[in-house]
C-alpha cells in the first residue's frame, strides 16, 4: 500500500532525500487495514467529476430522463396500492396505504439501484483503473452518493403527495437526513464486498438481482414492521434497511411511534458492515487493477 | 547536480498465472474451498512470474528518462508500480513530487459527453484541479483544433478529433514528474510532430520524465539517458547514445536461449526441453561475429524406445529461406538412429565464415524423416551475424552463405 504524507520522511532511507513538498512511498501491501482519509480528501475534486460524470450520463441516456425517476416509484406505489393495500388489505400504521408504501419505496429505490450501481462501479472503470491512479474507494463512494439526485428528486415527489393528504411534517422530519446517511452507510456496507467480489468473480452480477429481491421482501416497505412479533423485532432489525425504511417513514410523518430496537439494531449492524467492507475493499484494491 | 526525486531499490514484481479462482467465478472457488478448506491458505503449487525483478534507479530532478525493451520486458511494469496503478511484491520506491501518468490516450472518456465535458472529466482523472483545467481549457482547445466541435458529444467525433482531445488534455498536465508509456503514436503525421514538439517542451521545461517509447527516434531525441530492461531485469542504464546502439545490436527479437515452459507438457513419445546458442567461450550469445563459430545445444527427453528418429535442425534466414539443414545422425551417414528412453543433451557448430551476415532463426524437431514428426521448436531461438570479421562485407559479395572457400592457384604450365 502507498501512502502519502504531507512531510518528508524523517529518516530517509537513501541519505539525500530531499525535502519535497508531497512525498510518496510505494511499498509491497501489508497489513489488512490502512485507510487514507487524508488520501481521500486531497481526491475530493475527482469524487465530484465522478458523481457528475454518473449522473449526467444517466439524464443523457434515458429518453424521458427525469420524469422516469418520478414514473418509476410512482408507478410500481400505484400497483402496491391496488393489490396489498386495496386487496390484500394490509395494515399501514394509520396512513393512507399508498402514502405508507410510497413512503417505503423512495428510500428501498435509493438502495437497491445504488447497490446495484456499487457493485458494478469497480468493474464499469477498469480501463480507468488499469491506466491511472486514484483512491480506488472513491469509485464506490461516488456510485453510492450519484444515486442521491434520483432520491431528492423523488423525495420532493413524496413529500408533496404526503402533503396533498394533509399530513403535515414534525419535528421528526430532521431525522432525515440522518436516516439517509444510514441508508448511505448500507449500500456501502454491502456495496464494498460486491464491488470488491465483482471484480474477482464474473459470476457475482448474478447474483445482484436474487438479493435485492430476497432483500425487498425482508424489508419493510409493503408491509409495516409492526406484523413482526415484539421479541423477534431486533432479530429483524439485524436487516439494516428496516431500521431505515421504519424510520424514515416516522421521520416524514411523524405518525406511529418513533423506530428504537430495530434502529438500534440496524445502526449496529451498518457499522459492522461498514469497517468489514471497508477491510476487505482495501485488501482486494492491490490487486484490482491486476485482476481486472 | 540535482536531487533524486525517483528512487527504487529492488522493486519487483511477481504475477500468478494460477490464482485459486483463476476460472474467474466465484462459484468455482467456494466448491473448492468446501471440497478443502485448507486449500485457502495454501499458495505454493501456483504458478508465477517475475514481470520485473529486483529494479533499482535513480531519476534526478528534471532528468528526461527513456526506457526501452522488448515487448513483455516490464517497461509497463515499472510505470505502473511507480504511477501507483500496482503494487510491487516486493522492493520499495519513493517518489518526492506530484506524479502525472499519461498510459493510454483519452483515459476516462465517456461517449455520450461533450467534448467539453470530456475535457474536464478527463483532465480530473489525470490529475488536474478544476481551476486548472478552466485555465487551461482554450489551450487545450485550440491545441487540438476542435473550437468548432467542443460541444458536440465525443460519440459524433471521427477517431482523428477523438484522439487529438485526449491528446490536447493530456498534454496539458503538468505535474513535476510525468510518466509517459508509448503515447506518441497517434493521429495523423502532422499531429504526431505536434505531439512530439509539446513533449519536446515538456522535457525542456525542467520537468522530470520517464518516457516508455519503441520509437527510438523520439528517445534519443528527447532523452539524455536511458535504461533498458530485458526479461523485467535492468539490463543497462547509460547515456541515450550507448544504451540505444547496445539494444540495436542485439535486436531485441533475438532470443539466445529456450526452455520449455513448466506449463507446456506434450505428451509425445519425444519431448524437446531446451535450445540455446553458445559462443565459442560457452556463453549464451545470440550475435556472432562473421568469423565466430555458433554452437547450438539441444536438450530432450525420451519417453518410449524409438526404432527411428532425428533431432533435426534448421537455420532460416530474416526471408525464411533455409541456408541449411542438419541433424544428429549426419556423421553417419543416414537419416535417423534408434532411440532409447532418457534425458539427452546434443550439440553442433556452424563453423565461423559459414553464414553470411544478417539475422537467422533456428527451428529444432524431432522427427522420422518424411514419416512422422514427434515434436518441433519452431524459431523461438535467434541470432545475428555481424559483418564484424566477415569478408562478405568488406567486398560486398551476393550469396546466402558465405563461407570462405579453399582455392589453389598454380602456375600454369601446360599452355604455353
Redesign the interface.
Known amino acids: 500500500m502507498a501512502t502519502v504524507t504531507s512531510n518528508p520522511p524523517v529518516a530517509a532511507p537513501l541519505g539525500s532525500s530531499p525535502a519535497g513538498p508531497f512525498t510518496v512511498r510505494i511499498e509491497p501491501p501489508r497489513g489488512w487495514f490502512a485507510l487514507h482519509l487524508r488520501e481521500l480528501w486531497d481526491y475530493r475534486e475527482l469524487l465530484y467529476f465522478f458523481v457528475w460524470r454518473d449522473v449526467k450520463v444517466r439524464y443523457k441516456q434515458t429518453v424521458i430522463g427525469i420524469l422516469w425517476v418520478v414514473l418509476q416509484p410512482l408507478l410500481t406505489m400505484l400497483v402496491a396500492t391496488l393489490f396489498f393495500g386495496r386487496l390484500a388489505k394490509l395494515p399501514s400504521q394509520g396512513l393512507p396505504y399508498s402514502v405508507f408504501c410510497f413512503a417505503g419505496l423512495v428510500p428501498w429505490t435509493y438502495f437497491s439501484s445504488s447497490l446495484l450501481n456499487v457493485t458494478n462501479v469497480v468493474v464499469e472503470n477498469q480501463r480507468v483503473i488499469t491506466k491511472v491512479y486514484f483512491p480506488r474507494l472513491i469509485l464506490p463512494v461516488s456510485a453510492a452518493l450519484s444515486g442521491l439526485v434520483d432520491f431528492s428528486i423523488g423525495f420532493l415527489v413524496l413529500f408533496i403527495y404526503t402533503l396533498a393528504f394533509g399530513i403535515h411534517p414534525t419535528f421528526a422530519i430532521l431525522f432525515v437526513p440522518v436516516l439517509l446517511l444510514l441508508a448511505i452507510l448500507t449500500v456501502l456496507g454491502v456495496g464494498l464486498w460486491l464491488s470488491a467480489l465483482n471484480a474477482l468473480y464474473r459470476d457475482v452480477r448474478y447474483l445482484i438481482p436474487f438479493i435485492i429481491q430476497f432483500w425487498t421482501l425482508a424489508s419493510p416497505v409493503y408491509y409495516s414492521s409492526q406484523l413482526v412479533p415484539q421479541r423477534y423485532r431486533w432479530l429483524y432489525g439485524l436487516n439494516p434497511m428496516a431500521g431505515v425504511i421504519d424510520g424514515f417513514r416516522w421521520a416524514l410523518t411523524g405518525r406511529g411511534p418513533a423506530p428504537s430496537s430495530v434502529l438500534i439494531a440496524s445502526v449496529v449492524m451498518v457499522l459492522f458492515a461498514v469497517v468489514g467492507g471497508l477491510a476487505f475493499f482495501n485488501r482486494m484494491e492491490g490487486s484490482i487493477a491486476d485482476r481486472v | 547536480m540535482s ?3 525517483i ?1 527504487t ?1 529492488g522493486i519487483s514484481k511477481r ?1 500468478r498465472r494460477g ?1 485459486p ?1 483463476s476460472s ?4 468455482d ?1 467456494l466448491a473448492r474451498t468446501l471440497r478443502s478448506p485448507l486449500s485457502v491458505f495454501r499458495r505454493a503449487n501456483q504458478e508465477t512470474f517475475w514481470a520485473l525483478k529486483d529494479v533499482s534507479l535513480e531519476v534526478r ?1 528534471g532528468e528526461v528518462l527513456g526506457l526501452i525493451g522488448r515487448n513483455g520486458s516490464g517497461k509497463t511494469t515499472l510505470l ?20 502525472g ?1 499519461l ?2 490516450v483519452g ?2 472518456f ?1 461517449p ?2 461533450t467534448g467539453r ?1 470530456n475535457a ?2 478527463s483532465g ?4 488536474m ?2 481551476q486548472e483545467i478552466a485555465r487551461k481549457f482554450d489551450a487545450i482547445v485550440s491545441f487540438a483544433e476542435l473550437e468548432k466541435f467542443i460541444d458536440t458529444p465525443v460519440k459524433h467525433y471521427s477517431s482523428g478529433m477523438y484522439v487529438r482531445l485526449a491528446f490536447a488534455v493530456a498534454a496539458h498536465l503538468e505535474p ?1 514528474i510525468l510518466l509517459v508509456d508509448e503515447v506518441l503514436a497517434v493521429g495523423d503525421i502532422n499531429f504526431q510532430k505536434k505531439c512530439l514538439g509539446r513533449m519536446g517542451d515538456i522535457a525542456r521545461g525542467g520537468r522530470t520524465v520517464i518516457l516508455v517509447s519503441h520509437n527510438l527516434g523520439a528517445i534519443s531525441r528527447l532523452c539524455e539517458r536511458v535504461i533498458w530492461l530485458d526479461y523485467g531485469e535492468l539490463k543497462m542504464d547509460a547515456a541515450v547514445a550507448a544504451v540505444i546502439s547496445a539494444y540495436q545490436l542485439q535486436g531485441f527479437t533475438h532470443r539466445a536461449q529456450w526452455t520449455r515452459p513448466a506449463s507446456d507438457t506434450p505428451n509425445g513419445e519425444v519431448r524437446i526441453t531446451s535450445v540455446s546458442l553458445k559462443s565459442p567461450d560457452g556463453q549464451y550469445s545470440s550475435l556472432f561475429r562473421g568469423d565466430q563459430p555458433v554452437t547450438a545445444e539441444i536438450k530432450y527427453q525420451i519417453r518410449r524406445a524409438l526404432s527411428g528418429c532425428q533431432i533435426g535442425t534448421r537455420i532460416l534466414n530474416s526471408e525464411g529461406v533455409v541456408v541449411l539443414s542438419t541433424s544428429d545422425a549426419d556423421h553417419l551417414g543416414v537419416s535417423a538412429t534408434p532411440k532409447e528412453p532418457g534425458r539427452y543433451q546434443a550439440a553442433f557448430q556452424i563453423p565461423g565464415g559459414m553464414l553470411a551476415p544478417g539475422s537467422y532463426s533456428v527451428v529444432v524437431a524431432a522427427h522420422l524423416p518424411q514419416r512422422h514428426v514427434y515434436d518441433v521448436v519452431e524459431p523461438e531461438v535467434a541470432f545475428e551475424v555481424t559483418e564484424e570479421g566477415s569478408l562478405a562485407s568488406l567486398d560486398g559479395r551476393l550469396g546466402l552463405v558465405a563461407p570462405l572457400l579453399h582455392w589453389e592457384t598454380l602456375e600454369d604450365t601446360e599452355t604455353r
Open positions: 536531487k533524486p526525486v528512487q531499490a504475477y490464482l479462482g474467474g467465478l466465484l462459484r472457488s530532478e505502473k508500480i511507480l504511477s501507483r496503478i500496482t503494487q510491487p511484491t516486493a522492493g520499495w520506491a519513493e517518489i518526492h513530487g506530484r506524479v501518468s498510459l493510454e483515459t476516462g465517456h455520450e459527453l465535458e474536464y472529466l480530473a482523472i489525470l490529475g484541479k478544476r513535476e
